[in-house]
Each structure stands twice: as C-alpha cells, then as structure tokens.
DNA sequence: CTGAAAGCGCTAACAC
DNA sequence: GTGTTAGCGCTTTCAG
C-alpha cells in the first residue's frame, strides 16, 4: 500500500515541469504534441489519477451535487433520485446522497455537512416541517432545487421547484368518480395533515365536490393498518356511508385496501376506491386500481436540468423557476369502469 | 456572496494561533480553558465552518463511503441502498451514490472516480458480468464489501460479501410445492442467466427437483410482457403442462403475474405460483403471492456493519467475512394453501 | 499551553 | 511552449 503517485511523479518521470502535466490533463492548448505524449506515457505508467480533493480545494469546485431526501424505501423517492442521478452522470457530476427521515433538523444539520463538502448545489425533498431552514443565507450561495413539495419562501428567498398537479390530478379523480359512475359521497384519506402534497391534494378534492354541490367528509390519520380499518368501519357505520374513497397517497391507498380486503367489503361494488400515485402491482391487483399517475422519474431529471442549467450559467441564478408537472389519471377498475362487463379478471 | 470565513479569520478575530483554533476544533485537551471559549465565540460569531475539502486533503480521510448500485428503481437495491445510508449516518459518514445501469464498465470508471474522490470505503451491488474490474490492485487500498451478489476474486483477492440463502430459498420454494401440494412439474423461469443470484437460484431448484426424483424444466428469458406470455404459452401446450412456475426474481413474478391473467389462466387452481422476493402489495393480490422473503434491510446494514468495522479497524483488513443472511417462506395463496378453503377472499 | 513554519496536491499568474 | 512561484485551508511538527 504505497503513497499514490502525485502530479510532481508523473512531471519527474516526464522530464517536464508539473504545469506541463496539469496543462495536459487539462488539455489546455499550449502543449506540444510531443511533450503531451510524453507525459501521457508517464501518466499511464504510474497509473496516475488527480486528487480531486486537491483539485477542489484549489478551484472552489466539487463537481459533487448534494441530493436531500426523506427515504429511499419509498419507490417514489427512490426513483425521483434514480432519475436526477442518471442527469448527474450526464454531466459528470458525483452525488452526495442523504435520508433525512423527513425530520427538518437532520436536513438542516445534514444540508450544512454537504455544504463543508463544497457542494455546487442541492436537490432537495424537502422535510415536512413548517420550520424548514435550507433558506438560511449560508444556502444562498448554491442553487438549491426542491422536488415533489416546494421550500417555503424565506425571508422573501424563494427556490426553484419542480412539483406536480397535485390539485387537478385530485380534482379529476373525484370529477371522474361523481360524473362518470354518479357517485356523491366520497371519502377522503390522507395520512399527514402538514404535508404539502397532501394539503394540496385535499383542496382539489374540496374544490370538486363544492363544484358538484356536494359535502366534503375527510380522514387524515391513516397511518397503520388499525387506523385504515377503523377510518373504513367508521365509514360504514354512517348513516349515509360513503360511496367511494379517495386515498391521497400510496400509503393511504395500500392501508386502506388491505383494511378493505380483511372487512370482506366488495371493490368498486360496495365501495368504489382512486388513489392518487401508481404502485408496482396496481394493475395486478383485483380490481385493478384506478389511480392518479405521477412522472416520478420527470420529477428527478427537471430538477436535475434546473440545477445544472444554473450551475452551467446557461440560467441566471436568481431567474426562479416553478415547473409544476402534470399527472395523469389512469383509469382501470376499482373506480367501477370496465367492472360490470368481467374484464377485471 | 462574500468569502466563507477560514480558520485564519477566526484565530484573528480571537487573537490567537490558527493552530488554536484547529486544537479547539478537533477537541485537543491542550487547550486553556478560557481561550477555548474565546475561539468558540469567534466562531460562532462568524459563523465559521471547517473547509472539508482543505481538512480531507491533509489528513487523507474524507469521512465518506462510497456506494454503487445498478439502479435505484428496483425497490430491492433502493432499500438496500436505505439502511446503507443510515448505518452511514451513524457513524457520521456521507455517502457518495453511483447507479452503473448493472454495467461493468460505468462501475469501474464511476469506482475510479470515488478512489479520486478518497472515499474510505466501498459497498457495491456488483454488476452483472464476468469481467468486473473492482478487484483491481488500485481497489485495494480500501475496504470493498459487496451486497446481493459476491465479488468474484480476482487474482486471489477476495472482498467481503453479505448474500441471502438464494439456494436454501429455492429449494424451500421447491420443496413446499413438492411436499405440501404434492406438484411434480415445476417450471424454472428467470431473467438473466448470467446473474449470481439467478445461478443460485436454479441451482437450489435443481437440487430439490432431482431429490424429489424430478424432471426440471427452465427459461431464462423472462424479460418482458411479451416474453413473459410467449413463456405462459409455451408451457401450456406442452404434452404434460407445468403444475407450477417458480418465479427467481420480482421481475420475472410481475412479468408472469401479469400473463397469466391476460392469458386467464386460474392461479393456483390450473397453476401455482411461487416468486423470490416479495412485492409491495404481494399480500393483497389474487390470490395472495406465496414468495421467498429476501432481508432487504438487513443486507444493507449488514454491509454497513461489515465496511465501518474495518474503517474504524475493530476489524483486521485482511480477515475476510462472508454473511450469508437467511430468507423466508411466506407462505400465502398462490401456491395453493388456504385457498380452497375460501381465506382469499 | 501556544505559535510559526512547512506542506498535503493542485493550478492561476506570471516569468522566460 | 514551458517552468517557477505562490497559495487554496487545514494540521503535523517542533520550538518556545
């Protein structure tokens, strides 16, 4: 295990000084085709690699960007960050990857780590907090991109974003449930009041159902298999049960299914159900679901094009960008549709 | 966007030695206890923050690992990759993410490129292929453990490895149909003959088929919807059709999940199913998937466990650790247990 | 207990 | 075209 051969090797071994080496490795043009070759022999034969930590000190640059995100256990986050690093690669960046587990102090804590790293800049799915701090000036001086919920503005700083439909894609899935199968009493369940998708996803409910004339009935504590089959005997039990559910995210849509399979209450017969996100075996499933599709892997790869189109300075730094991506409703058979007719298996 | 303040900023601002500060920083015991506090107001007052980069290039440690996965899609490697992270974090590490698309090449030259970046360490989902690089002398200055699949030794280097019981499994699979519900033509069906766990797989198939006094019968090319129910058909035609097919990965299960019902093909009645690896809503299907459980978290942390024991050198770098971590058979409806009886729903 | 000097590996700026 | 000098921010070494 000896000591890695260093620039100052390579120039020895060349018979040249070290600026002729960087200026190669570079390839900066100032070089003779022959001293060139020489030095790219030396470098070959030592099996030279430049020390990036060197690099970086020297040139205030990392080619490192750092990647923030609740979980990786969740398909949707995972493949948000399987899509922004394949961008990464594109542009020959390495990523700085953490968990924050959704708690704004681990990011806040783990985004200053990257920002000693030298980070150039930070994508980010932000924590679900009404005190998140990636706002602080120290941030201020990378680009920062936030996906699936957008960083709250602070001290009148606002971020790029990339999010989703997430009020149409609800607003449809209820249009389709009360236009399409006439149905008026839906339930709506969700399994975080304070996220920002989740809000965002009750108000397109909301909406609809006001449009429609009709009364709004919401559950936000879904969050283990007890509570979904206490939120659907609860249901049931209503003098005017509830016709349909709307499951705000994959989470919710799981728990509930599984509650719904286990109470033996026929889907869509008795109790049609939309969720909002696709799972792997959706479509397997018996009814199938009918979901509303979000572009998980377009939600990575915008905000990796955000970022790096400002860390490239094709985009000016304080040129704020808000894409909003729009979803899609995939209709298969647990709203009802194609249910009469014996398709669904 | 000024300057970030330096250790020399500080030392001025306190009236003290840089060198004072670094020992209040690193927590060095010679230090008076009134100038420690002096150094730390200072600090705090300029909001100093270490320069990783300048401290990693003196001191030849990063404090980051280093991790490389095929992808992130696949919820098995993005869980894995998950409990990685937060053994990382533990040890207040960071980790630095490469996808190699299950690429020899990309991983050895994004491998490369981590060595440039002085990660201390290396977990890696190898890729599929039977000239992986990552046993190259420049790999072994730092420790290297691989997960899901072993490394092949090159040149009589070994790395650490964490795998499941693929054969064991299998042949548990085998067994259940074999004994339990006394089937005897079990057809093999995979996606990649090339991949170790595959090879281990049909291997543990093989060995309970021929105990069994078997014939066996395999694809191992099982890699899209048409494919998949090219496989179905193939197999339904033959003068004496398989009683059941033993799906080797979450790919090859969706893929013939999915024909089976284009194809309505009764399962478990006409046909049991039994898959390695569980899927997300595998238990709410119909029939609910009987499937060979893989610890998903355990390998990643177990790797985690394996890489810090060395880093931290509570373990000798040349003592070589080969877990072998067990799985389970989750016994549910589609190999035909609890299913006459109506439990599916 | 504290500080000054040297240098980790690299490159920008300026000589020659 | 090519080499020399200086210094990025930090810590090891060795004097005080």
Redesign the interface.
């Given at each position: 295990?000896q000591r890695k051969p260093t620039m100052n090797d390579v120039a020895r071994l060349a018979g040249v000084g070290t600026m002729t080496v960087s200026r190669v490795l570079n390839s900066s043009p100032h070089v003779s085709d022959e001293t060139a070759a020489r030095v790219r022999t030396a470098v070959a034969r030592l099996?030279y690699?430049?020390?990036?930590?060197?690099r970086?000190?020297r040139n205030f640059k990392?080619s490192?960007i750092g990647?923030l995100l609740p979980?990786?256990?969740d398909?949707f986050y995972?493949?948000c960050?399987?899509a922004l690093?394949?961008v990464a690669?594109e542009h020959d960046y390495?990523?700085?990857?953490?968990?924050t587990n959704d708690n704004a102090d681990h990011e806040y804590v783990e985004a200053?780590?990257?920002?000693?790293?030298?980070v150039e800049g930070l994508v980010v799915i932000p924590a679900e907090s009404d005190r998140c701090r990636l706002g602080d000036p120290?941030f201020?001086?990378i680009p920062v991109v936030s996906m699936d919920r957008p960083l709250p503005p602070i001290e009148g700083r606002e971020m790029d974003s990339v999010t989703t439909e997430n009020q149409t894609g609800a607003r449809e899935a209820i249009e389709h449930l009360v236009q399409v199968h006439g149905l008026k009493r839906i339930l709506f369940v969700g399994h975080k009041p304070a996220l920002f998708t989740m809000q965002e996803r009750h108000e397109g409910y909301t909406s609809a159902m006001s449009t429609a004339g009709l009364a709004t009935m919401a559950r936000f504590d879904c969050v283990s298999e007890a509570r979904a089959t206490e939120i659907c005997r609860d249901a049931l039990e209503l003098p005017e049960p509830p016709q349909a559910i709307f499951t705000a995210n994959n989470l919710a849509t799981?728990l509930i299914?599984?509650a719904l399979?286990k109470l033996?209450i026929r889907v869509p017969e008795q109790l049609a159900l939309v969720g909002f996100d696709d799972?792997?075996?959706?479509?397997?499933?018996?009814p199938a679901l009918t979901v509303v599709r979000q572009p998980m892997t377009d939600l990575g790869s915008t905000a990796g094009r955000l970022l790096f189109g400002k860390l490239k300075s094709q985009v000016p730094r304080d040129q704020l960008a808000r894409v909003v991506l729009p979803v899609e409703l995939v209709v298969r058979n647990s709203c009802g549709c194609f249910f009469a007719s014996g398709l669904g298996?």
């Amino acid at each position: 295990m000896q000591r890695k051969p260093t620039m100052n090797d390579v120039a020895r071994l060349a018979g040249v000084g070290t600026m002729t080496v960087s200026r190669v490795l570079n390839s900066s043009p100032h070089v003779s085709d022959e001293t060139a070759a020489r030095v790219r022999t030396a470098v070959a034969r030592l099996g030279y690699q430049p020390n990036e930590m060197a690099r970086a000190l020297r040139n205030f640059k990392s080619s490192t960007i750092g990647l923030l995100l609740p979980n990786l256990y969740d398909p949707f986050y995972a493949t948000c960050a399987h899509a922004l690093n394949m961008v990464a690669k594109e542009h020959d960046y390495t990523v700085l990857l953490t968990i924050t587990n959704d708690n704004a102090d681990h990011e806040y804590v783990e985004a200053k780590r990257m920002l000693q790293r030298h980070v150039e800049g930070l994508v980010v799915i932000p924590a679900e907090s009404d005190r998140c701090r990636l706002g602080d000036p120290e941030f201020s001086e990378i680009p920062v991109v936030s996906m699936d919920r957008p960083l709250p503005p602070i001290e009148g700083r606002e971020m790029d974003s990339v999010t989703t439909e997430n009020q149409t894609g609800a607003r449809e899935a209820i249009e389709h449930l009360v236009q399409v199968h006439g149905l008026k009493r839906i339930l709506f369940v969700g399994h975080k009041p304070a996220l920002f998708t989740m809000q965002e996803r009750h108000e397109g409910y909301t909406s609809a159902m006001s449009t429609a004339g009709l009364a709004t009935m919401a559950r936000f504590d879904c969050v283990s298999e007890a509570r979904a089959t206490e939120i659907c005997r609860d249901a049931l039990e209503l003098p005017e049960p509830p016709q349909a559910i709307f499951t705000a995210n994959n989470l919710a849509t799981r728990l509930i299914l599984s509650a719904l399979l286990k109470l033996r209450i026929r889907v869509p017969e008795q109790l049609a159900l939309v969720g909002f996100d696709d799972l792997e075996l959706s479509d397997l499933l018996h009814p199938a679901l009918t979901v509303v599709r979000q572009p998980m892997t377009d939600l990575g790869s915008t905000a990796g094009r955000l970022l790096f189109g400002k860390l490239k300075s094709q985009v000016p730094r304080d040129q704020l960008a808000r894409v909003v991506l729009p979803v899609e409703l995939v209709v298969r058979n647990s709203c009802g549709c194609f249910f009469a007719s014996g398709l669904g298996r």
